[in-house]
């Protein structure tokens, strides 16, 4: 099964910034739309931010407001969430997920994704 690598979580206080970072050992992720989702204690997972192999990119308007920029850096094969202005509200646990980017998918429909990482909390609080 191959497997994504998350890292780059922590504590921040509010107003902060993270920089969180998806990696695979096993396979390229150039080749691949890569999804970071988060799940919050009794919420259900959902899509923040993604990123085709093209560099076509979605976010999710509503959680993100201009504070996250996703990113590649194909060389080193990672793919990045830059998160700033960070609120206790997104506190969570960061999962990086990949999926072939052929055919039609809902990008935040965390189904249509093959691969997933372990995740990587994200705690915001004074």
């Known amino acids: 099964q191959l497997q994504l690598v998350e890292s780059g979580g922590g504590l921040a206080q509010p107003g902060g910034s993270l920089r969180l970072s998806c990696t695979a050992s096993?396979?390229?992720?150039?080749?691949?739309?890569v999804t970071w989702f988060r799940q919050a204690p009794g919420k259900e997972r959902e899509g923040v931010s993604s990123m085709t192999p093209r560099g076509a990119i979605m976010y999710d308007t509503n959680t993100v407001r201009g504070r996250f920029t996703i990113s590649r850096d194909n060389a080193r094969n990672e793919v990045y969430l830059q998160m700033n202005h960070l609120e206790p509200e997104d506190t969570a646990v960061y999962y990086c997920?990949?999926?072939?980017?052929?055919?039609?998918?809902?990008?935040?429909?965390?189904?249509?994704?093959?691969?997933w990482g372990q995740g990587t909390q994200v705690t915001v609080s004074s």
């Open positions: 997920a990949a999926r072939p980017p052929n055919g039609r998918y809902v990008w935040a429909d965390h189904s249509e994704y093959n691969y």
């Open positions: 096993e396979f390229s992720l150039n080749d691949y739309t």
